[in-house]
């Protein structure tokens, strides 16, 4: 009976060894904790270089810097849409923590807050006076300015078990010290990238 009894726990704990190796080695890409990524959509649509790189820092919380810059200034000929239009900012960093919820780690729905420093031009309405103070006319005018904004954002990641991702989300935020900037950010993220 003593050696069925130890044969038994030995069979039971040789059953619990193995399968926690063979779940490990399953979802091995959940304990990768670098990201890298990038937004085709802003390089298609509005020639603009749009990369991003994430640090998982533990299974519910991730830390990014995003980096975007704008190639092309107004609109072309052969441009269907004018980047003026969409984007004010020329350059922007963007940093970014995202909050996941559910029990993989860093997939699914997550919330986000963020903190980005811009640089472009912005049209603004300029309100022209004569010598005795009254008003004469008012003229729109693009000036150069440089801000920071605040903001939070919602989206969900969905990652493959060989590493690569595609992150999809949307984000809001406001401009917090220049008058000549725009007064909200919009920040729209297709990023496809790899975990490693």
């Known amino acids: 009976m003593k050696k069925i009894i130890i044969l038994s726990l030995a069979v039971f704990a040789f059953q619990i060894s193995f399968a926690q190796n063979s779940g490990a080695s399953q979802y091995k890409r959940d304990f990768k904790r670098n990201e890298v990524s990038i937004n085709p959509f802003n390089i298609i649509a509005f020639g603009a270089?749009?990369?991003?790189?994430?640090?998982?820092?533990?299974?519910?919380?991730?830390?990014?810097?995003?980096?975007?810059?704008?190639?092309?200034?107004?609109?072309?000929?052969?441009?269907?849409?004018?980047?003026?239009?969409?984007f004010d900012k020329q350059v922007a960093a963007t940093l970014r923590l995202k909050y996941?919820?559910?029990?993989?780690?860093?997939?699914?729905f997550y919330a986000e807050g963020f903190?980005?420093?811009?640089?472009?031009?912005?049209?603004?309405?300029?309100?022209?006076?004569?010598?005795?103070?009254?008003?004469?006319?008012?003229?729109?005018?693009?000036?150069?300015?440089?801000?920071?904004?605040?903001?939070?954002?919602?989206?969900?990641?969905?990652?493959?078990k060989n590493g690569f991702f595609m992150d999809v989300g949307i984000g809001i935020g406001r401009n917090l010290f220049s008058d000549k900037s725009p007064d909200i950010v919009v920040k729209p993220n297709i990023y496809i990238g790899y975990r490693f």
């Open 49 to 86: 270089f749009d990369v991003n790189y994430e640090r998982i820092l533990n299974k519910n919380t991730s830390l990014g810097l995003d980096f975007f810059y704008r190639l092309s200034e107004g609109k072309d000929d052969n441009d269907l849409i004018d980047s003026d239009d969409v």
């Open 100 to 108: 996941f919820f559910g029990d993989r780690i860093a997939r699914g």
């Open 115 to 160: 903190g980005m420093l811009s640089s472009g031009e912005h049209e603004n309405r300029i309100d022209q006076f004569g010598t005795t103070g009254v008003f004469v006319n008012s003229i729109r005018k693009d000036l150069d300015y440089t801000d920071f904004a605040l903001g939070f954002g919602i989206g969900g990641k969905f990652v493959s």
